[in-house]
């Protein structure tokens, strides 16, 4: 099992850019591919990124694709998700996910999740 902390998160403004960072602890991180999703008020979790173990393959929705980045660092635990060119739409509450696929219905280990605010 892994655990997820999210950190990184914030208010900023359109256009903008943020990273998030997710610090997993538990000897089988780099056996577990990383993912993000978020969910905003009065909507369902939307998957965000998602990456292989190896780093090797990343996949991202068309809301994304093209602004956001994922990416992990094996020797520090670490994995992160580069956010840029902002939109408000794109404000909601941030979760790092783990599982042993490189695919959302197989990241079933959650963080707590991070407030992103993208103010207009």
């Known amino acids: 099992q892994v655990q997820l902390v999210e950190s990184g998160g914030g208010l900023v403004q359109a256009g903008g850019s943020l990273r998030l960072s997710c610090a997993a602890s538990?000897?089988?991180?780099?056996?577990?591919?990383m993912g993000w999703f978020r969910q905003a008020p009065g909507k369902e979790r939307e998957f965000v990124a998602a990456i292989s173990w190896s780093g090797g393959t990343a996949g991202y929705p068309d809301s994304v694709k093209g602004r956001f980045t994922i990416s992990r660092d094996k020797e520090k635990n670490t994995a992160y998700l580069q956010m840029s060119s902002l939109k408000p739409e794109d404000t909601a509450v941030y979760y790092c996910a783990a599982g042993s696929r490189n695919d959302p219905a197989y990241l079933n280990f959650w963080g707590q999740g991070i407030q992103v605010t993208v103010s207009s």
């Open positions: 538990g000897r089988t991180f780099m056996r577990y591919a």
